[in-house]
């Protein structure tokens, strides 16, 4: 079973640059024919699809967020990053990383996923 450990800093200041880790267990990001997702939820609102990475390293983003979305990986670590430059409180939310084994673009609902990570909560304040 796939396992999905989120990392980063839980407070960002406005402006700055917002970043997570997710490392991965029980597959390989390369070889696992898998889709690797960023998901996010601001409080008191539903869960909002960011962006992904496939197996083969091409990515995806919400039009909305594409302009200042960056998703990667790094195959020697078996772990794909989330950078979301020039922050405000509005990206205040619970951050999610997540597998499929299909590329659904925009899929928030949870069943459509082999596996989530915990979720962590991202503050942008000053």
């Known amino acids: 079973q796939v396992q999905l450990q989120e990392s980063g800093p839980g407070l960002v200041k406005p402006s700055q640059t917002l970043s997570r880790t997710c490392t991965v267990s029980?597959?390989?990001?390369?070889?696992?024919?898998?889709?690797w997702s960023w998901i996010r939820q601001p409080p008191g609102k539903g869960l909002e699809w960011m962006g992904v990475?496939?197996?083969?390293?091409?990515?995806y983003y919400s039009p909305s967020l594409k302009s200042r979305t960056s998703i990667d990986r790094d195959t020697s670590k078996n772990q794909f990053t989330l950078q979301l430059v020039s922050v405000t409180p509005e990206d205040t939310a619970v951050y999610y990383c997540?597998?499929?084994?299909?590329?659904?673009?925009?899929?928030?609902?949870?069943?459509?996923?082999?596996?989530w990570g915990q979720g962590t909560q991202v503050t942008v304040s000053s």
């Open positions: 029980g597959a390989s990001i390369p070889t696992g024919y898998y889709y």
């Open positions: 997540a597998v499929s084994q299909r590329l659904i673009l925009g899929a928030t609902t949870k069943t459509l996923y082999a596996s």
């Open positions: 990475i496939s197996y083969s390293g091409s990515t």
